[in-house]
């Protein structure tokens, strides 16, 4: 896998990978950016939600599981110093439908955990991940 990241204006960048679409970066202005894209740590962040989210969604389709919605909500804890790495890292997966079954969200959820999902398992490594669930019946 490759990527290329390309500075625009001062911390703003753009970056993309073999897929070939474009993300716009930035970082806070006070360290010179012009808060113009997302911030690395959030793209961190919201590719465990899509990595997860992914995961999920195929295992519950695979088990017959008709979804309306769903999301995945992503909080994190950093370090207090440098390098501020994420320390606690909590996931809210919300499903959305009728009568969507608890055992294979059950299943579902810990099948990404410990099994699929590339970016919990590196993050795991420097970061304690818990996670809960809610079923929005429709």
Known sequence: MKAEIIMVDGLSMVGRAESNH???MDGDEKYGGHEA???PMEMVLIALG??????????????????????VEVEAERA???PKVFTKV???????GEN??????ERAIELSQTKYCSVSA?????????????????
């Not at 997860?52 to 999301?71: A, C, E, N, P, Y």
């Not at 909590?90 to 959305?96: L, Q, R, S, W």
């Open 90 to 96: 909590h996931m809210k997966y919300v499903f959305g």
């Open 50 to 71: 899509a990595c997860t989210g992914m995961d999920v969604i195929s295992i519950l389709r695979k088990m017959q599981v008709r979804l309306r919605k769903f999301k």
């Open 22 to 24: 474009w993300v716009p």
């Open 122 to 138: 590196m993050l795991r490594k420097v970061a304690e991940i818990t996670y809960e669930y809610e079923i929005v019946d429709e």
């Open 37 to 39: 894209g997302v911030k």
């Open 100 to 105: 969507i079954p608890r055992d294979k969200v």
């Open 80 to 82: 207090k110093e440098h």
